[in-house]
């Protein structure tokens, strides 16, 4: 493979841990660990919305970048992207491989959407239980709101790429129906667990 090759392949899979939530300094680290098993000397300079590569195999040096928002979270994707570089550096997958497996990765399709919504609302229960829920019904609404606020969610990415709408909406929702709940004395004495969907339906990423 030529260095810009290479270059690419480091890149391509950097991406995809990047932008489907694995954490940077994972994605740094697996990056300069698949440029060492190509024979390449790769730092990556991670900046929101774009990867740089400076790529140097001893006698040619090459700077790449491509765009990448870390906006997802898709962690079949990662744990797939991992298995590869896992698999190329104990030399169990050829490198000329490797980018036809990234391709098929990154259009893998998501989990499907009931899916996504039950993961959601039995998230938001278990950090309901974590925070002192104290009534079965209080806990039967923060499933429903937070299952609501998933399929929200998912609907919305259907009509707008607007990477803020999604998340916004949905912990609306889910904030509305806490502060309902709170009012007409259906969530717990401790009022925060009346909003726990919204802590599940707006993801944080780990820097």
């Known amino acids: 493979m030529t260095l810009e090759e290479r270059a690419n392949l480091v890149l391509a899979c950097t991406r995809l841990l990047y932008i489907n939530g694995q954490s940077t300094d994972e994605t740094l680290a697996a990056g300069q660990r698949l440029g060492g098993?190509?024979?390449l000397g790769a730092a990556i300079i991670a900046r929101w919305g774009e990867l740089e590569l400076q790529a140097?195999?001893?006698?040619?040096r090459l700077v790449t970048a491509d765009d990448a928002d870390p906006t997802g979270v898709d962690m079949d994707r990662v744990a797939s992207t991992?298995?590869?570089?896992?698999?190329?550096s104990a030399g169990r997958l050829a490198s000329a491989a490797v980018m036809d497996s990234v391709s098929a990765i990154a259009q893998a399709p998501p989990a499907p959407t009931w899916l996504f919504a039950f993961a959601a609302a039995v998230g938001a229960v278990a950090l309901a239980v974590l925070f002192g829920v104290q009534h079965l019904p209080a806990a039967a609404l923060i499933f429903l709101s937070a299952g609501?606020?998933?399929f929200l969610r998912r609907g919305l990415a259907q009509l707008s790429p607007n990477v803020f709408l999604q998340p916004f909406c949905a912990a609306f929702l889910a904030g509305i129906i806490g502060a309902l709940a709170v009012r007409f004395d259906l969530s717990s004495t401790l009022r925060l667990v009346a909003v726990c969907p919204c802590m599940v339906l707006v993801p944080s990423r780990t820097c």
């Open 82 to 88: 991992m298995r590869v570089i896992d698999d190329l």
């Open 148 to 150: 609501a606020g998933a």
């Open 37 to 39: 098993a190509l024979g």
């Open 56 to 60: 140097d195999d001893g006698h040619s």
